[in-house]
């Protein structure tokens, strides 16, 4: 079981770094008061383990019973396998702008200003700022630069495991997709619809394959997609991106679309990208 606790002062980047986490595959649980830490892990230590990647956020939101949670972590890492204590830092400065920027009220700041909130939360969190394995200051990065050093550390494939695509196959006489990213009309194609023998088929028929991949000017847009697409996805990527939905429509949903978005999730798949395939509209008429 790997486990990730994820600590730090307000304002350094714990949104973002579970979010980053739950996008790469892990049971995250957020706010979580450390006397339940100990609960978890009897928990975990009896269960059958298929939830084996945890990400937990423990902060000053915890109040008095903070002072009680590197015994409680401590504890937890003695179950876990593989357990990091992260902590984000980040300077006064940087905090402070950020504050301003958010117009967020800092979690310490009752009794004074954000400034005295953030130096009062330093020294709560002395303690577990010491104990921790890796301690990363956000103050001169983005949240793009941030996900992608977490998905570096805690990402089994940090290329791809934070990346999946669907491609869908759709009928443009139903409406576009409203959740694509990407959209690509292949109805100026030789359809098989015309064909009295094909017609009753679907673009997953030997038959109507067959057809559709057979034409010259098929085959070119075809290899232009594949282009295009080894092009954008590794900047969707490099953008932040988790997820990639594209298009792919014919006239009617049933014949050229599914063929194009078999070959393009082949295509996707042999690159090793996480890649599935939704033939929406196949059914449909």
């Given at each position: 079981?790997r486990?990730?606790?994820?600590?730090?002062?307000?304002?350094?980047?714990?949104?973002?770094?579970?979010?980053s986490?739950?996008?790469?595959?892990?049971?995250?649980?957020?706010?979580?008061?450390?006397?339940?830490?100990?609960?978890?892990?009897?928990?975990?230590?009896?269960?059958?383990?298929?939830?084996?990647?945890?990400?937990?956020?423990?902060?000053?939101?915890?109040?008095?019973?903070?002072?009680?949670?590197?015994?409680?972590?401590?504890?937890?890492?003695?179950?876990?396998?593989?357990?990091?204590?992260?902590?984000?830092?980040?300077?006064?400065?940087?905090?402070?702008?950020?504050?301003?920027?958010?117009?967020?009220?800092?979690?310490?700041?009752?009794?004074?200003?954000?400034?005295?909130?953030?130096?009062?939360?330093r020294?709560?969190?002395?303690?577990?700022?010491?104990?921790?394995?890796?301690?990363?200051?956000?103050?001169?990065?983005?949240?793009?630069?941030?996900?992608?050093?977490?998905?570096?550390?805690?990402?089994?494939?940090?290329?791809?495991?934070?990346?999946?695509?669907?491609?869908?196959?759709?009928?443009?006489?139903?409406?576009?997709?409203?959740?694509?990213?990407?959209?690509?009309?292949?109805?100026f194609?030789?359809?098989?619809?015309?064909?009295?023998?094909?017609?009753?088929?679907?673009g997953?028929?030997?038959?109507?394959?067959?057809?559709?991949?057979?034409?010259?000017?098929?085959?070119?847009?075809?290899?232009?997609l594949?282009?295009?697409?080894?092009?954008?996805?590794?900047?969707?990527?490099?953008?932040?991106?988790?997820?990639?939905?594209?298009?792919?429509?014919?006239?009617?949903?049933?014949?050229?679309?599914?063929?194009?978005?078999?070959?393009?999730?082949?295509?996707?798949?042999?690159?090793?990208?996480?890649?599935?395939l939704?033939?929406?509209?196949?059914?449909?008429?």
């Amino acid at each position: 079981m790997r486990v990730v606790v994820i600590t730090g002062l307000s304002g350094a980047g714990k949104s973002e770094a579970i979010k980053s986490l739950e996008d790469i595959g892990y049971f995250c649980i957020d706010n979580l008061p450390p006397e339940l830490i100990r609960k978890l892990a009897e928990l975990f230590s009896q269960s059958d383990r298929t939830v084996n990647r945890i990400a937990l956020v423990v902060d000053v939101r915890a109040g008095a019973s903070l002072s009680d949670a590197l015994a409680d972590l401590e504890e937890l890492r003695r179950i876990a396998a593989d357990f990091t204590i992260l902590f984000l830092d980040a300077s006064d400065e940087t905090l402070l702008r950020r504050f301003k920027e958010t117009r967020r009220r800092h979690p310490l700041g009752s009794e004074g200003g954000i400034l005295e909130g953030i130096r009062r939360e330093r020294q709560l969190l002395a303690a577990i700022k010491s104990a921790s394995d890796q301690v990363i200051d956000t103050s001169g990065i983005t949240s793009r630069q941030l996900r992608n050093r977490l998905v570096e550390l805690f990402s089994e494939d940090a290329r791809f495991d934070t990346f999946s695509i669907t491609v869908v196959s759709f009928g443009f006489k139903y409406g576009i997709p409203l959740d694509a990213d990407l959209v690509f009309d292949c109805r100026f194609l030789p359809n098989p619809y015309w064909v009295e023998s094909l017609k009753p088929m679907q673009g997953t028929d030997p038959e109507v394959r067959e057809y559709v991949l057979k034409w010259p000017v098929t085959k070119e847009y075809i290899e232009r997609l594949k282009d295009l697409l080894e092009f954008l996805v590794p900047n969707y990527i490099e953008e932040g991106r988790s997820h990639l939905i594209i298009g792919i429509g014919c006239t009617g949903g049933r014949h050229r679309s599914v063929v194009l978005a078999e070959e393009i999730v082949s295509h996707l798949t042999h690159l090793g990208y996480s890649a599935g395939l939704e033939h929406r509209d196949m059914s449909a008429n």
